[in-house]
């Protein structure tokens, strides 16, 4: 079992930047890779970048690629999302997740077991 707790969300104007934290409760946290995702109002959501269990491989939708990190400490069971040169269009509410090591895809949505509550990520123009 492992719980998500998203923070750091907020409102930035385009061009800023904002890191959001996952900490996780649970023993096997070091043993899932991890996944942020975002959703807009009357969007579907979708794949943001996504971390491999040990941090060595690291995954980002084409959307944020260059301008988002994701990084993980597993002695601290956190995972981060960097988001810089932020753009109105990033504009959702994100999660992140947590996928069993046995599954391959990492921007399945159905492949992630655990979920957090999300946290609110707002960008002015």
């Known amino acids: 079992q492992v719980q998500l707790v998203e923070s750091g969300g907020g409102l930035v104007q385009a061009g800023g930047s904002l890191r959001l934290s996952c900490a996780a409760s649970g023993r096997t946290f070091s043993s899932y890779h991890m996944g942020w995702f975002r959703q807009a109002p009357g969007k579907e959501r979708e794949f943001v970048a996504a971390i491999s269990w040990s941090g060595g491989n690291t995954y980002y939708a084409d959307s944020v690629k260059g301008r988002f990190t994701i990084s993980r400490d597993n002695a601290k069971n956190t995972v981060w999302l960097q988001m810089n040169s932020l753009k109105p269009e990033d504009t959702a509410v994100y999660y992140c997740?947590?996928?069993?090591?046995?599954?391959?895809?990492?921007?399945?949505?159905?492949?992630?077991?655990?979920w957090g509550q999300g946290t609110q990520v707002t960008v002015s123009s």
């Open positions: 997740a947590a996928r069993p090591p046995y599954y391959s895809d990492y921007q399945a949505l159905s492949e992630y077991e655990y």
